[in-house]
T-cell receptor, first 113, second 116 residues
Framework: DAGVIQSPRHEVTEMGQEVTLRCKPI?????LFWYRQTMMRGLELLIY????????DSGMPEDRFSAKMPNASFSTLKIQPSEPRDSAVYFC???????????FGSGTRLTVV | AQKVTQAQTEISVVEKEDVTLDCVYE???????LFWYKQPPSGELVFLIR??????QNEISGRYSWNFQKSTSSFNFTITASQVVDSAVYFC?????????????FGPGTSLSVIP
C-alpha cells in the first residue's frame, strides 16, 4: 500500500488566493482526519470524516476553511481566501477505526505571503 | 481538563546512549488510551504504540520500551542504544473516547537528536 498520499508537498500562495489541499487515504480506512501543525499550537485536529461523512468540524478555525470527502478515496481541504496566519503544515491521516493508530501523510507545507 | 505534557523540548544524545522521553498526562476519566508517534525529518507522523488505561504492563519492541505508570500519570518512552535514525520529534497523545476521535490530544513533542 502506498500509504496516505497528500498533494502538493509544498504550496506558496499570495494572501487572498484560494488554496486546495488534497488527500488520498489508505484503501479500507473508514476514518480520515485533517490536522494542522504549527510551532505555536502544535498539532490541531481540524475535522474528521467517518465513511465520507464529516463527524466533527469544530476544529476548523473559521468559515474560510472547508473540507469535503466526495468518496472513500479522496478528500480536500480548501482555504478561501488564504491569510498569512494559515501558514502551517497540514496533515491528512486515515485509520481503520476508533483507537487504531493513525497513518499520516507526508503533509503539505503551506506558506501564505 | 485533559492535557498531555512533554516537558523535554529538545534532547541530544550520543549514539548508543539510552534515552527516555517523558510524557505526563492529565485526565479524570478512568478509561483512556495513550499513544506515541514519531515524526522523522521527512515529516509524516508514524504510529508507534497504543496503551489502554487498564493495562499497565510495560511493553518492549526491539530497542523501544514503554513504561506506563498510572500512579504518576506517566507514559514514558525509552530508546536503548540510540541510533542516528532515531532522530525525530516524538509525540505522546491521549484519547478519552473509544468511539470518537475528537478528543485525541497531542503533546507538544520532544525533539530528539542522536549525534554520531
Amino acid at each position: 500500500d502506498a500509504g496516505v498520499i497528500q498533494s502538493p508537498r509544498h504550496e506558496v500562495t499570495e494572501m487572498g488566493q484560494e488554496v486546495t489541499l488534497r488527500c488520498k487515504p489508505i484503501s479500507g480506512h473508514d476514518y480520515l482526519f485533517w490536522y494542522r501543525q504549527t510551532m505555536m499550537r502544535g498539532l490541531e485536529l481540524l475535522i474528521y470524516f467517518n465513511n465520507n461523512v464529516p463527524i466533527d468540524d469544530s476544529g476548523m478555525p473559521e468559515d474560510r476553511f472547508s473540507a469535503k470527502m466526495p468518496n472513500a478515496s479522496f478528500s480536500t481541504l480548501k482555504i478561501q481566501p488564504s491569510e498569512p496566519r494559515d501558514s502551517a503544515v497540514y496533515f491528512c491521516a486515515s485509520s481503520l477505526g476508533p483507537l487504531m493508530g493513525y497513518t499520516f501523510g507526508s503533509g503539505t507545507r503551506l506558506t501564505v505571503v | 481538563a485533559q492535557k498531555v505534557t512533554q516537558a523535554q523540548t529538545e534532547i541530544s544524545v550520543v549514539e548508543k546512549e539510552d534515552v527516555t522521553l517523558d510524557c505526563v498526562y492529565e485526565t479524570r476519566d478512568t478509561t483512556y488510551y495513550l499513544f506515541w508517534y514519531k515524526q522523522p525529518p521527512s515529516g509524516e507522523l508514524v504510529f508507534l504504540i497504543r496503551r489502554n488505561s487498564f493495562d499497565e504492563q510495560n511493553e518492549i519492541s526491539g530497542r523501544y520500551s514503554w513504561n506506563f505508570q498510572k500512579s504518576t500519570s506517566s507514559f514514558n518512552f525509552t530508546i536503548t542504544a540510540s541510533q542516528v535514525v532515531d532522530s525525530a520529534v516524538y509525540f505522546c497523545a491521549l484519547s478519552l473516547d473509544q468511539t470518537s476521535y475528537d478528543k485525541v490530544i497531542f503533546g507538544p513533542g520532544t525533539s530528539l537528536s542522536v549525534i554520531p
